[in-house]
Structure formats: structure tokens, C-alpha cells
């Protein structure tokens, strides 16, 4: 594993109790969020007046359904980042955030930034298997549902073409093919309460049911996952 921690920042300037080891990333769970926030999340760098910066991340969730998710991103990041997480609901939105400039710069140097902008690299595509798996169940977990006859079929959904096609890539290493089809063709604007939205183009990745339940078997998932996943089938343009 020492070639992916190579991809991992170092930062002499950065206080010696906060900064965090390069051994973080041979870690499942912590991969599990770092596909999390590639669902769901996103990175903002905030000026203080005085000049110094704050290096945060952040995670958004449905608080109805996906309170799980979110304790799960809170308990990785005080295991393995040291860091507290604010939280902030508002009816069904829920966002978690914590600071933490490593970590910042990973996201963004590897990651990219922006719904359209995010891209799977390669190098993670070469990831240990366990590692890889967990990626890829983070990011279901926060942009996949079950769909198709009975909702037995594994989908994936991302507006970034370069994302859903390194997922499709990703899952072919593992011996799984999936189908990749536009979700939405087109941009799309409505106005909903007063308020005005916009739903970018989108792409969605469709297992087959049998490969499902085996990608589902290597998650570790329960049967009882088609059953909750049938009743939830969102996406957000993160």
C-alpha cells in the first residue's frame, strides 16, 4: 500500500497534534467515506479576517433516511482524522462539516471539485480489492439505489461522465459489468415553491439483478438492503 499513501499531502506547516498519517488510507472505512463525499459532498476554503484560512469539508444527507450514513461519516472522521463534526439540519436536509487542510487538498487534487468536475482517478481503480469494494459501496450509499424488476438491480447515478465511466471501470476490474445510459439527456430548470432549480445531465450505471445480489454479498449487505433501498431512490447534484 505504499504507493496510494504516497498520494497522501504532507504538510510540514501544519501543527504536529493536527495533522493526520498517510496510514489513514489503508483503511475500509475510510474509504467507504471518501466515496461518501464523492456522492455527496464537497470542499470550501473560508478566509478569516486576520488571514488564516479554514480547510473544510462537507457531506450532505437525507435526515429521514440516511441518519445512519451520517453517524457512520461522524464516527470515521473522530476515529481516524481527529477532527469534531458539526451538524446542521434543516427539515429533511441534513450537512455534516469538519476542517481538516490534508484531507482538503486530497479531495481536490485527486477528486477534483464540483458535481462536473469530479473524476475517478486511476490509481484508485488499482486500489487492494477490500479497499476498492468499500469506494464504491460509499458512493452507492450516497448516489445509488436498487431499481429495475422488483428493485433487485444495483444502480449508480452521477451528473460527471468521466465519474459514472471510472465506476463502470472500476467494477469490470472486479469481474462486474454494468450498463451506462443517460439519466437525463439535458439540462433541466424548473421553479419549485418560487424557488428556481436546475438538474444538471446526468448518467446512470445499471447491474443486472444476479450480479447485484453478488456485488451486494461482497458489501456485506443483508437481503434486507433491497427492501430498504426500494424505497429510496434520490439523486442530488452535489
Known amino acids: 500500500l505504499e504507493s496510494v499513501e504516497l498520494h497522501w499531502p504532507g504538510f510540514d506547516a501544519v501543527r504536529i497534534d493536527r495533522r493526520v498519517d498517510s496510514s489513514v488510507l489503508c483503511e475500509r472505512d475510510v474509504w467507504w467515506l471518501l466515496g461518501f463525499w464523492m456522492a455527496e459532498g464537497w470542499t470550501?476554503?473560508?478566509?478569516?479576517?486576520?488571514?488564516?484560512?479554514?480547510?473544510?469539508?462537507?457531506?450532505?444527507?437525507?435526515?429521514?433516511?440516511?441518519w445512519k450514513f451520517a453517524e457512520k461519516v461522524k464516527r470515521v472522521v473522530v476515529q481516524y482524522f481527529n477532527r469534531t463534526?458539526?451538524?446542521?439540519?434543516?427539515?429533511?436536509?441534513?450537512?455534516?462539516?469538519?476542517?481538516?487542510?490534508?484531507?482538503?487538498?486530497?479531495l481536490r487534487n485527486e477528486f477534483g471539485a464540483g458535481a462536473l468536475n469530479k473524476r475517478f482517478p486511476e490509481w484508485v481503480k488499482g486500489l487492494p480489492e477490500n479497499l476498492l469494494l468499500a469506494f464504491l459501496h460509499g458512493y452507492w450509499d450516497g448516489d445509488g439505489c436498487l431499481r429495475g424488476h422488483?428493485?433487485?438491480?444495483?444502480?449508480?447515478?452521477?451528473?460527471?461522465?468521466?465519474?459514472?465511466?471510472?465506476?463502470?471501470?472500476?467494477?469490470?476490474?472486479?469481474?462486474?459489468?454494468?450498463?451506462?445510459?443517460?439519466?437525463?439527456?439535458?439540462?433541466?430548470?424548473?421553479?419549485?415553491?418560487g424557488r428556481k432549480t436546475t438538474s444538471n445531465v446526468a448518467y446512470e450505471l445499471n447491474i443486472s439483478t444476479a450480479i447485484s445480489r453478488e456485488l451486494l454479498r461482497f458489501w456485506g449487505c443483508a437481503e434486507e438492503m433491497f427492501v430498504r433501498r426500494a424505497r429510496r431512490s434520490t439523486y442530488s447534484d452535489v
Open 44 to 66: 470550501f476554503r473560508s478566509t478569516s479576517i486576520s488571514g488564516s484560512h479554514a480547510y473544510q469539508i462537507f457531506v450532505a444527507y437525507n435526515s429521514e433516511t440516511e
Open 150 to 193: 422488483r428493485k433487485s438491480q444495483v444502480n449508480f447515478v452521477s451528473s460527471s461522465q468521466n465519474l459514472i465511466e471510472g465506476v463502470s471501470d472500476a467494477l469490470r476490474r472486479l469481474g462486474i459489468f454494468g450498463a451506462v445510459k443517460w439519466l437525463r439527456s439535458q439540462k433541466i430548470e424548473a421553479t419549485i415553491r
Open 85 to 106: 463534526v458539526g451538524v446542521r439540519e434543516r427539515g429533511k436536509s441534513g450537512q455534516l462539516a469538519w476542517s481538516c487542510q490534508q484531507l482538503y487538498e486530497f
